[in-house]
């Protein structure tokens, strides 16, 4: 199967820092990757759509200022949380497809849990 | 856009049991209908599959229907055991490479023994 590796698997950072979450595909080429956010107890939500070698493309109510994606290379996206503040405090987890047009699978990280203090 | 419902909120059952979850999804245009099962403080795993040109899919005991007339589809677990505790995520795409899944609300199965 498909592995999405998803690092770090736990973030405790200051108010004001920013953090980066890295995800990268092991053994296949990923077109397309997701972020998605999850409270405790609740559904994923998708943040944003991020191609490679593009600007991504966020969900209504997602500041693109503030969850900065880039999706540089067929195996890599990350997602920097600038300026942290408590109400960004979440589970994030990255998903990605892989570069087939026929391919609709989607395999998910491990999961960032960020805690900002 | 899409939306998808997911019933129930929480499951008990006893080990040995079936466990039946249901989704609905609004949008006639998707066509791709996974199951997702999250345990705790990890990301989702797909543990099963279905496309709207089949209406019934198995994989040992774990089972999936899909009604695309009533935009409905159903997850079944048999013989359930403590270990298929977790959440359990149903979700709808268009299914094209690329395509964001949308997800339900999720339901938490619990099986006692």
């Known amino acids: 199967g498909a592995v999405v590796s998803q690092h770090p698997s736990r973030v405790i950072c200051k108010s004001g820092t920013s953090v980066k979450i890295e995800c990268r595909s092991l053994d296949f080429q990923a077109t397309t990757m997701f972020w998605y956010r999850q409270f405790p107890k609740k559904s994923l939500m998708l943040m944003a759509t991020?191609?490679?070698?593009?600007?991504?493309?966020?969900e209504q109510g997602v500041e693109k200022d503030k969850f900065l994606i880039n999706h540089a290379s067929l195996t890599l996206s990350t997602l920097t949380v600038t300026s942290a503040h408590p109400e960004d405090s979440s589970f994030y987890i990255c998903?990605?497809?892989?570069?087939?047009?026929?391919?609709?699978?989607?395999?998910f990280g491990s999961g960032t849990q960020l805690s900002v203090l | 856009g899409e939306n998808v419902e997911q019933h129930p909120s929480t499951l008990s059952v006893q080990e040995g049991d079936s466990a039946v979850i249901k989704c609905t999804y609004s949008d006639s245009a998707s066509n791709y209908f996974p199951w997702y099962k999250q345990e705790l403080g990890k990301g989702p795993q797909l543990i099963i599959d279905?496309?709207?040109?089949?209406g019934e899919k198995k994989d040992q005991r774990i089972a999936v229907t899909l009604n695309k007339t009533a935009k409905h589809f159903s997850l079944h677990i048999t013989e359930t055991q403590p270990e298929d505790s977790a959440v359990y995520f149903c979700?709808?795409?268009?299914?094209?490479?690329?395509?964001?899944?949308?997800f339900g609300k999720g339901t938490t199965l619990s099986v006692s023994s």
């Open positions: 998903s990605a497809s892989r570069a087939s047009t026929t391919n609709e699978k989607l395999f």
């Open positions: 991020s191609n490679e070698g593009s600007k991504a493309t966020y």
């Open positions: 279905i496309r709207s040109n089949v």
């Open positions: 979700a709808a795409s268009k299914g094209q490479a690329g395509t964001a899944l949308i």
